[in-house]
């Protein structure tokens, strides 16, 4: 089963008139750093489940409200968990699904290395208050490389859906307390432009989620399983916020 770990955003700069530079890896395992609204964590909460491996993370430059990131590393061993998310998490207003009225997103990546299992997903997380237990996760899978696989209760999707111009299969599961919904891509996504709030209503209005949850966080990045020499690099991120 796939397991994930949210780590809340600290307060972040508004963004800089001036594009900021390129700045080195860092390689901890809650490491981070904060490039105007924008938190790009380490964050290698599985690694615990490899019998070996690494991984390293870093910021290549803001300019406007677009970010570029990368991260580089090898999993061995531990099959069928995670090992970590390097993430991007935007300072965002937390306040109820109904009052938001959009998220607009862009991300363009790419993936290299060996034998790669992970996947490259946003991972939202809702609650009744802002600070609380989360209660609601969402994750939306722009690729499943390897094999990798979402939380769910069956193993079959609940529903295929179209939604901002991609195909996607809705999986349902528990996470511990949270009850997690996974969109995933039937065709990988390396250039995605949309909404995320299209994906919060058809959860509102098909699958029962509540509109008086509280939107949390929104990350966005990868979760490796397992393989050799991979990087992910974002040639460009954005979300913003109304």
């Not at 490899?50 to 061995?76: E, P």
């Amino acid at each position: 089963m796939r397991l994930t770990t949210l780590l809340t955003a600290t307060a972040a700069s508004l963004a800089l008139a001036a594009p900021t530079q390129k700045r080195a890896d860092y390689c901890g395992q809650w490491d981070n750093t904060i490039s105007g609204p924008y938190t790009v964590y380490n964050n290698l909460w599985g690694r615990g489940d490899a019998t070996s491996g690494s991984q390293c993370t870093g910021v290549d430059g803001l300019k406007g409200s677009t970010l570029k990131w990368h991260t580089s590393w090898s999993w061995t061993g531990g099959a069928g968990h995670v090992k970590s998310y390097a993430n991007v998490v935007t300072k965002i207003n937390q306040k109820a699904l109904s009052a938001i009225k959009t998220l607009p997103s862009t991300w363009s990546w790419s993936y290299a290395g060996a034998d790669i299992v992970a996947d490259v997903s946003y991972d939202l997380f809702t609650g009744s208050t802002a600070t609380g237990a989360e209660e609601y996760e969402v994750m939306i899978w722009l690729a499943g490389l390897g094999g990798a696989g979402p939380i769910s209760a069956t193993g079959q999707p609940v529903a295929t859906v179209t939604l901002e111009g991609q195909s996607w299969k809705l999986y349902n599961g528990k996470n511990g307390q949270v009850n997690v919904f996974s969109f995933v891509a039937e065709k990988q996504v390396t250039n995605f432009k949309g909404d995320l709030m299209v994906f919060f209503s058809y959860l509102t209005s098909k699958q029962g989620v509540p509109k008086t949850q509280i939107l949390q966080s929104v990350g966005a990045g990868t979760e490796p399983f397992s393989g050799s020499n991979a990087k992910l690099s974002v040639s460009a991120y954005s979300l913003t916020q109304t």
